[in-house]
């Protein structure tokens, strides 16, 4: 027998074999178990030993050991599971009184399918997106079908994405009122169909606006430059525009302010200056006043310009070489360039620059009226030291011996 097993025609046949038999039969050569058995949990499941007529009495494993859960056994041999749970789940054997294996099959549990849970999201006017959560846990591997259709329209296909539980649809019929989406759900135990009903141009709710950026606007402490660009899923051209609102607040505070803008770059008037402000973004279609905003763009962290400390006062006034344009898109150039002495709001910064000038006069006449001081104490000294030493000459000439 080893000797036939390993011979080369015994193993073409069962190469051929599996190789025909493939897939429904392939775990024939792989293991005992043949057959797969769903069954509801919380119920009673019957396995039949077989198909035949069996002779009683068998006796019955599972995973092979002979400990079974709640049950019992009928007349004809099949197996009674009594209200299972998870735990009954396995390969289940019966066996004649010779210990000859008759028959095998594994047992799986779960719940046939309940009615899903279905939400949309509409990005822009050509697309929908749809998915769904299950209001019953199955524990059983599912299969789906989803179509959607406008009013009076056909049914056509909402493209699947069964691992995430979600499918697309391009192109809707938008001028159509009402939508409805159809999701079937099969398994082993049955099946379920869900609708859903939806007003598109309700659901339409543009992502976030994308790379948002807030700049300080230089000579202005009350001043924020806002800059952003459309969701990169809205369409790029103006037929469908979108209105923005760009919300802020000093952080700390609980209140917001907001502007609405059509597009970017929009500027912010009446910040607060010297303090560090959180600004947002978010859009709605400008025409479709059903739909809905965009969730808001993350927190942005910003300071408004304010004069820098540097050591000349005089220097930090000096507005930097660059593009007028880029920075004051709004107010007249002759005021640009000369931000300091145009200013009408005369700000903190401005007596700060003050002070420091102050301080350094009273410096300098301080260290002028020091350095006077000491010379008329040097010029003192040095004259007191004069008188001493002509003094002394004077006794040395007087004592010189003649
Ligand atoms: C399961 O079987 C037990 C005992 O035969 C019986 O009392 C019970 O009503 C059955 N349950 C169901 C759900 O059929
Ligand atoms: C049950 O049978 C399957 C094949 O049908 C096998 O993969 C699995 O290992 C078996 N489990 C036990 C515990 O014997
Ligand atoms: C039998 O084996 C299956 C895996 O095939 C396992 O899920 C189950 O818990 C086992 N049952 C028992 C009673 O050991
Ligand atoms: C899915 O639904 C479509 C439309 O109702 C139908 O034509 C198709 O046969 C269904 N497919 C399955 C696998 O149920
Ligand atoms: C609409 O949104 C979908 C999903 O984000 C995107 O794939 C598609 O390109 C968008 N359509 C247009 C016209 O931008």
């Known amino acids: 027998m080893p000797g036939l097993l390993s011979s080369p025609v015994y193993l073409t046949v069962v190469w051929f074999l599996s190789w025909s038999l493939l897939p429904s039969c392939a775990q024939i050569w792989t293991d005992e178990v043949s057959d797969v058995q769903y069954g509801r949990l919380e119920s009673n499941v019957t396995l039949a030993c077989g198909k035949s007529q069996i002779r009683t009495p068998v006796v019955w494993h599972l995973n092979h050991s002979s400990a079974l859960p709640w049950h019992k056994v009928t007349s004809d041999g099949a197996l009674v599971l009594l209200h299972v749970d998870h735990s009954a789940q396995g390969n289940y054997s019966c066996y004649d009184n010779d210990g000859l294996l008759l028959h095998s099959v594994k047992l799986r549990l779960g719940r046939p399918p309940g009615l899903l849970s279905i939400s949309c999201q509409v990005p822009n006017y050509t697309h929908v997106r749809c998915s769904w959560v299950e209001s019953v846990k199955t524990f059983l591997p599912a299969k789906y079908n989803a179509s959607f259709r406008g009013n009076g329209q056909m049914w056509a296909p909402c493209v699947l994405d069964i691992v995430r539980k979600r499918c697309d649809i391009d192109h809707p019929a938008f001028w159509q009122a009402m939508h409805t989406l159809r999701i079937t759900e099969t398994n082993a135990l049955g099946s379920e169909t869900t609708y859903g009903q939806f007003r598109l141009h309700e659901l339409l709710k543009p992502n976030p606006p994308e790379s948002v950026l807030v700049k300080e606007i230089e000579g202005y402490p009350k001043r924020l430059n806002v800059f952003w660009n459309i969701p990169s899923s809205w369409p790029q051209h103006d037929a469908?525009?979108?209105?923005?609102?760009?919300?802020?607040?000093?952080?700390?505070?609980?209140?917001?302010?907001?502007?609405?803008?059509?597009?970017?770059?929009?500027?912010?008037?009446?910040?607060?200056?010297?303090?560090?402000?959180?600004?947002?973004?978010?859009?709605?279609?400008?025409?479709?006043?059903?739909?809905?905003?965009?969730?808001?763009?993350?927190?942005?962290?910003?300071?408004?310009?304010?004069?820098?400390?540097?050591?000349?006062?005089?220097?930090?006034?000096?507005?930097?070489?660059?593009?007028?344009?880029?920075?004051?898109?709004?107010?007249?150039?002759?005021?640009?360039?000369?931000?300091?002495?145009?200013?009408?709001?005369?700000?903190?910064?401005?007596?700060?620059?003050?002070?420091?000038?102050?301080?350094?006069?009273?410096?300098?006449?301080?260290?002028?009226?020091?350095?006077?001081?000491?010379?008329?104490?040097v010029k003192q000294r040095r004259h007191d030291h004069m008188t001493k030493q002509e003094l002394t000459s004077m006794v040395k000439m007087k004592t010189m011996p003649i």
């Open 240 to 377: 469908f525009p979108l209105l923005f609102q760009i919300r802020y607040r000093p952080q700390g505070s609980i209140y917001w302010s907001e502007i609405y803008s059509e597009e970017s770059p929009a500027i912010i008037f009446d910040a607060l200056a010297g303090h560090v402000h959180q600004v947002q973004v978010r859009a709605r279609d400008e025409v479709n006043s059903e739909s809905q905003w965009s969730e808001w763009t993350p927190l942005l962290l910003v300071r408004p310009w304010q004069v820098y400390t540097t050591p000349d006062p005089a220097e930090a006034f000096l507005p930097e070489e660059r593009d007028p344009d880029y920075y004051f898109p709004i107010t007249p150039k002759p005021e640009t360039s000369t931000p300091k002495s145009h200013n009408p709001v005369p700000d903190d910064k401005g007596n700060l620059g003050l002070v420091i000038l102050l301080v350094l006069f009273s410096v300098v006449i301080l260290t002028t009226i020091l350095s006077l001081i000491f010379v008329v104490w």
